[in-house]
């Protein structure tokens, strides 16, 4: 079993960035493509990017595609997202997740994934 805990998260004004951080305990997260997903009160969770075991393929939600960026440190077993120009809608609380053991597909489903963190809360004011 892997724990997952996200960091990183705070206010920040329309324009500015942050970078999230979800640092893994139990397993290396080498093990697993690594997937970032948000939730805004009253709204389902939605997927905000992914990125393979290596970190060679990445894939981003059309409403973050160009302002955010995942990477990851296999060798420090963490998985980042770099969010710049943020604006007022992308206030939501932040979560990492991993699929599934020794998968390679990256997926947009929420339901592809097993292991979740607490999440972080990125408020972004207007």
């Known amino acids: 079993q892997v724990q997952l805990v996200e960091s990183g998260g705070g206010l920040v004004q329309t324009g500015g960035s942050l970078r999230l951080s979800c640092s893994a305990s139990?397993?290396?997260?080498?093990?697993?493509?690594m997937g970032w997903f948000r939730q805004a009160p009253g709204k389902e969770r939605e997927f905000v990017a992914s990125i393979s075991r290596n970190g060679g393929t990445t894939d981003y939600a059309d409403s973050v595609k160009d302002r955010f960026s995942i990477s990851r440190d296999n060798a420090k077993n963490t998985v980042y997202l770099q969010m710049n120009n943020l604006k007022p809608e992308d206030t939501a609380v932040y979560y990492c997740?991993?699929?599934?053991?020794?998968?390679?597909?990256?997926?947009?489903?929420?339901?592809?994934?097993?292991?979740w963190g607490q999440g972080t809360q990125v408020t972004v004011s207007s």
């Open positions: 139990g397993r290396t997260l080498s093990d697993y493509v």
């Open positions: 997740a991993t699929s599934h053991l020794y998968g390679n597909t990256l997926y947009r489903d929420t339901g592809r994934y097993a292991n």
